[in-house]
């Protein structure tokens, strides 16, 4: 990453919520992906370029925004791993507790996307519980749009 980006990320980290536009948002991806992630203990940096690829194709090339929803889902892959405030059970309550409050964010969620990190894993267990998380995700989507309508 470049030197200029390092540093507006330190800055943008203490005031993401005032200088991001949709802030809430790319909070929001970043939490979807990083419970795909996090699920894979064995998890590594090819990860974290999946992301950053997808978001290049969300952003349209805004390669600013898409290292943002990059380093967002690896900060909070790093929290659930640290063992600190966050574990998976609680990363999937702030996700349906979000979609609750902002029901259009389940359009946010795009399973066919998110299915690239499932090739890096190379347990076939793991593998198992991150499709059931795609599953689960996919059910959710489609229970909070189904309630809009």
Known sequence: ????????????????EFFVHHHGSLEF?????????????NAKVENFIVVKDIALN?????????????????ELVQKVRDDNELDIDSLIESIIKELRIVPRYAKKIDIKALKP????????????????ILEFLENLKN???NKKD
Do not use: C, P, W
């Open 1 to 16: 990453m470049r030197l200029s980006f390092r540093i507006k990320h330190y800055f943008f980290s203490a005031f993401r």
């Open 29 to 41: 991806r970043a939490k979807v992906f990083a419970l795909v992630i996090a699920a894979n203990e």
């Open 58 to 74: 969300i952003y349209n090339g805004d390669t600013d925004r898409a290292n943002l929803l990059m380093i967002s889902a690896k």
């Open 117 to 132: 990190l499932l090739l890096l894993t190379h347990d076939a267990d793991t593998r198992l519980y991150q499709e059931r």
């Open 143 to 145: 229970e909070i749009l």
